[in-house]
């Protein structure tokens, strides 16, 4: 099975503070992706990655970015974060070889700017 | 651009069959995928469709219809744990991300007893 994990359930931080959402995927995918989840709006796509090192804007990239070191981590980075942020945050894996591949979910992380 | 439509909730009872609608307008297609979404979890995959027709997965079943823009998801013989939201996301070249998806704004599904 597919693993994704996501490093809080629940994270509260301040305005202004610099936040770290990590992401790890156990099989060796090569696509990731970090979208945000509000209510009436949907799952809104941030960031995504080809594969290591590689990063693409998303929809709503603003106020974000992201790193890919490792082909198994991908983090998100809210540089200055504001309450606007305050979503729920899910990151996500798909592998390439095959074109019906799904993408696989993390548990998200709930994050709370005051 | 790229559009896709499902209804924001809805009411079923236990035992029932409930279908789920999704339809989709988009610059090219290669592909329509539903999730299931319980409240405070990770979506996970239910089924995939590319081509015309019907595909069955025990109580769940997924139809599409490549012409008329339009795919349904069935779920047979409703139990309280189906309550959740069903996410419809289409693929195509135009659309977002590595693999071109992109998702439609879910249902919300109520069981009642």
């Known amino acids: 099975d597919v693993k994704v994990t996501q490093s809080s359930r629940y994270l509260v931080k301040r305005t202004g503070e610099k936040v770290f959402l990590e992401c790890v995927q156990d099989?060796?995918?090569?696509?990731m992706f970090w979208y945000r989840q509000d209510p009436g709006l949907g799952l809104r796509l941030i960031y995504f990655?080809?594969?290591?090192?590689?990063?693409e804007k998303g929809d709503i990239p603003e106020g974000y970015s992201v790193s890919r070191e490792k082909k198994e981590r991908f983090s998100l980075i809210l540089e200055s974060a504001s309450t606007n942020q305050t979503s729920m945050y899910l990151c996500?894996?798909?592998?390439?070889?095959?074109?019906?591949?799904?993408?696989?979910f993390g548990d998200g992380t709930r994050l709370s700017i005051l | 651009g790229q559009n896709i439509d499902q209804p924001t909730e809805m009411t079923a009872t236990e035992g029932a069959i409930v279908q789920i609608n999704c339809t989709y307008q988009?610059?090219?297609?290669?592909?329509l995928f539903w999730y299931q979404q319980h409240a405070g979890e990770a979506p996970t995959f239910l089924s995939y469709?590319?081509?015309?027709g019907l595909e069955e997965k025990g109580r769940f079943s997924s139809f599409l219809s490549r012409s008329k823009g339009y795919s349904y998801l069935l779920l047979k013989e409703l139990q309280m744990k189906d309550s959740a939201s069903y996410l419809c996301?289409?693929?195509?070249?135009?659309?977002?991300?590595?693999?071109?998806?992109?998702f439609g704004k879910g249902t919300h599904l109520i069981i009642q007893p």
């Open positions: 996500a894996s798909r592998q390439i070889a095959l074109g019906n591949q799904p993408q696989h």
């Open positions: 099989m060796d995918h090569e696509n």
């Open positions: 990655s080809y594969d290591v090192k590689m990063k």
């Open positions: 988009t610059s090219g297609f290669n592909g």
């Open positions: 469709n590319v081509l015309d």
């Open positions: 996301a289409v693929r195509s070249p135009s659309g977002g991300g590595a693999d071109g998806l992109t």
